[in-house]
């Protein structure tokens, strides 16, 4: 079973494949026409049929929006901060890397998923069907 790390894992990685799939034409010296047909999309340049992957690579730039990039940056930052840690294999108790610092293996601290990843997870608790109700950032560690 997956668990909330996996989980933003995952959806970071979607989303930065999404952002950085975006591209604009720049510097195209000839008139193009963006096509699709039953073997996919393609580029018709006069009579000149073009794979889309080459003609990016001549004459296409990135689209990303850099906040966009820099948003995920961040997130998935905090979410390599914020890992699951079982003191070296020493306890069932599955706790925060992070948020653990300071306690003692016998105090615990917090249980994983801890509140600051719960949070990260909140954009997609009534949005994604695996999203699970118990990772709510409302909702005690389990
Ligand atoms: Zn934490």
């Known amino acids: 079973m997956t668990g909330l790390h996996e989980f933003l ?11 950085e799939s975006k ?6 010296p000839f008139e193009w026409e963006w096509r699709l047909d039953q073997n996919g999309e393609y580029v018709q340049a006069g009579r000149v049929r073009i794979e889309v992957k080459a003609f990016v690579e ?3 730039e990135s689209a990303a929006d850099p906040a ?3 948003d995920l940056d961040a997130k998935e930052a905090l979410l390599a901060l914020h890992v699951p840690d079982s003191w070296n294999g020493a306890s069932s ?8 610092q300071g306690y003692e ?3 615990w601290g917090p249980k994983y998923p801890c509140r600051t990843v719960r949070l990260l997870g909140m954009p997609y608790a009534d949005h994604h069907p695996d999203y699970r109700a118990e990772w709510r950032a409302e909702q005690d560690p389990s």
């Not at 894992?9 to 952002?19: I, M, P, Q």
């Not at 591209?23 to 195209?28: L, M």
């Not at 108790?93 to 653990?100: D, I, L, Q, S």
Request: proline share 0%; with cysteine.
């Open 9 to 19: 894992a995952a959806r970071y990685r979607e989303a930065r494949a999404r952002e």
């Open 23 to 28: 591209w604009t034409v720049r510097d195209c």
């Open 58 to 60: 001549q004459y296409g």
């Open 68 to 70: 966009v990039l820099a």
């Open 93 to 100: 108790h599955v706790g925060c890397k992070e948020c653990g």
């Open 105 to 107: 293996v016998h105090d």
